[in-house]
Protein backbone atom coordinates (compact mmCIF):
# COMPACT_ATOMS: atom_id res chain seq x y z
CA UNK A 1 0.00 0.00 0.00
CA UNK A 2 1.51 3.40 -0.84
CA UNK A 3 2.32 5.31 2.47
CA UNK A 4 4.80 8.04 3.41
CA UNK A 5 7.03 8.35 6.52
CA UNK A 6 8.06 10.57 8.24
CA UNK A 7 10.52 9.09 11.23
CA UNK A 8 11.13 12.30 13.53
CA UNK A 9 7.76 13.95 15.18
CA UNK A 10 9.97 16.81 16.78
CA UNK A 11 13.39 18.04 15.54
CA UNK A 12 15.46 21.04 17.03
CA UNK A 13 18.05 22.90 15.78
CA UNK A 14 20.30 25.79 16.79
CA UNK A 15 19.41 28.87 14.74
CA UNK A 16 22.51 29.16 11.78
CA UNK A 17 23.02 25.28 12.10
CA UNK A 18 21.70 23.06 8.86
CA UNK A 19 19.13 20.85 8.69
CA UNK A 20 17.72 17.40 7.15
CA UNK A 21 14.08 16.26 8.19
CA UNK A 22 13.79 12.78 6.56
CA UNK A 23 10.78 11.15 4.74
CA UNK A 24 10.52 7.30 3.13
CA UNK A 25 7.25 6.94 0.28
CA UNK A 26 6.39 3.21 -0.33
CA UNK A 27 4.99 3.85 -3.55
CA UNK A 28 5.31 0.59 -7.00
CA UNK A 29 5.44 3.68 -9.55
CA UNK A 30 7.43 6.66 -10.18
CA UNK A 31 5.99 9.12 -7.74
CA UNK A 32 5.50 12.76 -7.43
CA UNK A 33 6.80 13.87 -4.32
CA UNK A 34 6.07 17.51 -2.39
CA UNK A 35 6.79 18.89 0.37
CA UNK A 36 4.87 21.54 2.18
CA UNK A 37 4.99 23.59 5.86
CA UNK A 38 2.21 24.78 7.82
CA UNK A 39 3.17 27.41 10.30
CA UNK A 40 0.54 27.59 13.51
CA UNK A 41 -2.64 28.80 12.38
CA UNK A 42 -1.78 28.80 8.95
CA UNK A 43 -2.68 26.46 5.61
CA UNK A 44 0.26 24.07 4.14
CA UNK A 45 2.62 26.15 1.71
CA UNK A 46 4.47 24.36 -1.21
CA UNK A 47 8.09 24.36 -0.59
CA UNK A 48 9.34 22.43 -3.38
CA UNK A 49 7.99 19.61 -5.77
CA UNK A 50 9.43 16.84 -7.36
CA UNK A 51 7.96 15.13 -10.59
CA UNK A 52 11.09 14.16 -12.76
CA UNK A 53 14.43 14.99 -13.88
CA UNK A 54 17.08 16.33 -11.89
CA UNK A 55 16.92 14.44 -8.43
CA UNK A 56 18.07 17.52 -6.67
CA UNK A 57 15.28 20.14 -6.55
CA UNK A 58 15.27 23.85 -5.25
CA UNK A 59 12.37 25.21 -3.21
CA UNK A 60 11.37 28.26 -1.92
CA UNK A 61 12.85 29.66 1.59
CA UNK A 62 16.08 27.73 0.64
CA UNK A 63 15.28 24.73 0.77
CA UNK A 64 16.09 21.90 -1.24
CA UNK A 65 15.28 18.01 -1.47
CA UNK A 66 17.00 15.00 -3.17
CA UNK A 67 14.74 12.04 -4.48
CA UNK A 68 16.66 8.67 -4.12
CA UNK A 69 14.71 6.03 -5.75
CA UNK A 70 17.14 3.59 -4.68
CA UNK A 71 16.13 4.38 -0.71
CA UNK A 72 12.49 5.50 -1.29
CA UNK A 73 13.59 8.67 0.51
CA UNK A 74 13.02 12.31 -0.74
CA UNK A 75 14.85 14.35 2.26
CA UNK A 76 14.38 18.17 2.86
CA UNK A 77 17.59 20.23 3.55
CA UNK A 78 18.53 23.48 4.36
CA UNK A 79 22.24 24.65 5.25
CA UNK A 80 21.40 27.48 7.76
CA UNK A 81 18.19 27.36 9.65
CA UNK A 82 16.73 30.54 10.49
CA UNK A 83 14.18 31.47 13.63
CA UNK A 84 11.44 31.81 11.34
CA UNK A 85 11.34 28.14 9.74
CA UNK A 86 10.22 26.92 12.82
CA UNK A 87 6.99 25.06 11.56
CA UNK A 88 5.51 21.70 10.84
CA UNK A 89 6.96 20.14 7.27
CA UNK A 90 4.86 17.43 5.94
CA UNK A 91 5.85 15.28 2.81
CA UNK A 92 3.87 14.09 0.24
CA UNK A 93 3.41 11.44 -2.43
CA UNK A 94 0.85 11.90 -5.53
CA UNK A 95 -0.31 8.37 -5.88
CA UNK A 96 -3.17 6.55 -7.75
CA UNK A 97 -5.06 4.64 -5.33
CA UNK A 98 -8.18 2.86 -6.57
CA UNK A 99 -8.64 4.62 -9.58
CA UNK A 100 -8.04 7.98 -8.09
CA UNK A 101 -5.41 10.46 -7.72
CA UNK A 102 -4.44 11.60 -4.04
CA UNK A 103 -1.89 12.91 -2.21
CA UNK A 104 -1.06 10.81 0.49
CA UNK A 105 0.81 13.24 3.37
CA UNK A 106 3.02 11.96 6.27
CA UNK A 107 2.42 12.41 9.54
CA UNK A 108 4.65 15.52 9.74
CA UNK A 109 7.70 16.36 11.82
CA UNK A 110 7.75 20.04 14.30
CA UNK A 111 10.61 22.09 13.87
CA UNK A 112 11.92 23.71 16.68
CA UNK A 113 14.82 26.54 16.14
CA UNK A 114 16.88 27.34 19.17
CA UNK A 115 17.98 30.93 19.37
CA UNK B 1 -4.23 35.93 -7.19
CA UNK B 2 -6.25 35.61 -3.55
CA UNK B 3 -5.22 31.88 -3.28
CA UNK B 4 -7.64 29.37 -1.98
CA UNK B 5 -10.31 31.54 0.29
CA UNK B 6 -12.24 29.73 2.77
CA UNK B 7 -15.28 30.97 5.41
CA UNK B 8 -15.32 31.05 8.10
CA UNK B 9 -12.02 30.90 9.98
CA UNK B 10 -12.98 29.61 13.06
CA UNK B 11 -16.51 28.12 13.99
CA UNK B 12 -18.07 27.31 17.27
CA UNK B 13 -20.97 25.71 17.68
CA UNK B 14 -23.35 23.34 19.94
CA UNK B 15 -23.45 19.32 18.85
CA UNK B 16 -26.45 18.87 16.97
CA UNK B 17 -26.65 22.18 15.17
CA UNK B 18 -25.80 22.16 10.98
CA UNK B 19 -22.58 23.36 9.85
CA UNK B 20 -21.30 24.51 6.65
CA UNK B 21 -18.00 25.09 5.40
CA UNK B 22 -16.98 27.35 2.26
CA UNK B 23 -14.48 27.34 -0.79
CA UNK B 24 -13.53 29.43 -3.38
CA UNK B 25 -10.93 27.68 -5.18
CA UNK B 26 -8.00 29.47 -7.13
CA UNK B 27 -9.47 30.78 -10.98
CA UNK B 28 -8.38 27.70 -13.54
CA UNK B 29 -7.84 25.40 -11.10
CA UNK B 30 -10.52 22.45 -12.11
CA UNK B 31 -9.87 20.24 -8.79
CA UNK B 32 -10.85 20.76 -5.08
CA UNK B 33 -10.09 18.64 -2.24
CA UNK B 34 -11.18 18.73 0.98
CA UNK B 35 -9.26 17.47 3.94
CA UNK B 36 -9.29 17.70 8.28
CA UNK B 37 -6.72 17.90 9.92
CA UNK B 38 -6.53 16.17 13.72
CA UNK B 39 -3.73 15.91 16.00
CA UNK B 40 -5.17 11.98 16.36
CA UNK B 41 -5.09 11.68 12.98
CA UNK B 42 -3.25 13.98 11.01
CA UNK B 43 -4.43 14.87 7.43
CA UNK B 44 -7.26 13.02 5.93
CA UNK B 45 -8.44 13.04 2.38
CA UNK B 46 -12.43 13.49 2.83
CA UNK B 47 -13.85 13.67 -1.07
CA UNK B 48 -12.22 15.73 -4.20
CA UNK B 49 -13.61 16.95 -7.27
CA UNK B 50 -12.80 17.39 -10.88
CA UNK B 51 -14.47 19.94 -12.79
CA UNK B 52 -17.09 19.93 -10.31
CA UNK B 53 -18.04 15.87 -9.90
CA UNK B 54 -17.02 14.54 -7.05
CA UNK B 55 -14.61 11.54 -7.92
CA UNK B 56 -13.56 10.40 -4.90
CA UNK B 57 -15.85 10.46 -1.20
CA UNK B 58 -14.13 7.75 -0.17
CA UNK B 59 -12.50 9.49 3.33
CA UNK B 60 -16.48 11.30 4.04
CA UNK B 61 -16.52 9.65 7.37
CA UNK B 62 -19.98 9.43 7.92
CA UNK B 63 -23.14 10.55 6.13
CA UNK B 64 -23.32 13.17 8.72
CA UNK B 65 -20.94 14.90 5.88
CA UNK B 66 -21.63 16.09 2.54
CA UNK B 67 -20.35 18.12 0.23
CA UNK B 68 -21.27 20.08 -3.24
CA UNK B 69 -19.40 22.19 -5.94
CA UNK B 70 -22.26 23.63 -8.04
CA UNK B 71 -19.79 26.22 -10.04
CA UNK B 72 -16.23 25.81 -10.58
CA UNK B 73 -15.71 28.56 -7.82
CA UNK B 74 -17.77 27.62 -4.81
CA UNK B 75 -17.72 24.32 -3.31
CA UNK B 76 -19.40 23.65 0.35
CA UNK B 77 -18.53 21.37 2.84
CA UNK B 78 -21.77 20.43 5.71
CA UNK B 79 -22.02 18.62 8.41
CA UNK B 80 -25.43 17.96 9.34
CA UNK B 81 -26.09 17.40 12.76
CA UNK B 82 -22.42 18.03 13.82
CA UNK B 83 -20.93 16.38 16.54
CA UNK B 84 -17.72 17.24 19.31
CA UNK B 85 -15.82 14.44 17.45
CA UNK B 86 -16.28 16.58 14.15
CA UNK B 87 -13.73 19.13 16.44
CA UNK B 88 -10.70 19.83 13.90
CA UNK B 89 -9.25 22.25 11.36
CA UNK B 90 -10.82 21.53 7.62
CA UNK B 91 -8.67 22.65 4.80
CA UNK B 92 -9.43 23.11 1.04
CA UNK B 93 -7.15 22.80 -1.38
CA UNK B 94 -7.04 23.25 -5.02
CA UNK B 95 -5.29 22.20 -8.06
CA UNK B 96 -5.29 21.66 -12.01
CA UNK B 97 -5.93 18.36 -12.91
CA UNK B 98 -4.99 17.04 -16.74
CA UNK B 99 -7.44 13.74 -17.18
CA UNK B 100 -6.93 10.47 -15.77
CA UNK B 101 -3.32 9.64 -17.58
CA UNK B 102 -2.42 13.42 -16.79
CA UNK B 103 -0.47 14.40 -14.06
CA UNK B 104 -2.05 15.94 -10.78
CA UNK B 105 -0.02 19.05 -10.23
CA UNK B 106 0.45 20.35 -6.15
CA UNK B 107 -1.99 21.30 -4.19
CA UNK B 108 -2.88 24.68 -3.10
CA UNK B 109 -4.28 25.20 0.60
CA UNK B 110 -6.65 27.24 1.70
CA UNK B 111 -5.95 29.12 5.85
CA UNK B 112 -8.39 26.69 7.22
CA UNK B 113 -11.44 26.47 9.30
CA UNK B 114 -10.92 25.61 12.74
CA UNK B 115 -14.60 24.25 13.97
CA UNK B 116 -14.72 23.32 17.66
CA UNK B 117 -18.27 21.23 18.43
CA UNK B 118 -19.23 21.76 21.88
Known amino acids: AQSVTQPDIHITVSEGASLELRCNYSYGATPYLFWYVQSPGQGLQLLLKYFSGDTLVQGIKGFEAEFKRSQSSFNLRKPSVHWSDAAEYFCAVGAWMDSSYKLIFGSGTRLLVRP | DAGVIQSPRHEVTEMGQEVTLRCKPI?????LFWYRQTMMRGLELLIYFNNNVPIDDSGMPEDRFSAKMPNASFSTLKIQPSEPRDSAVYFC????????????????FGPGTRLTVT
Open chain 2, 93 to 108: ASSTFVGTSGNLYEQY
Open chain 2, 27 to 31: SGHNS
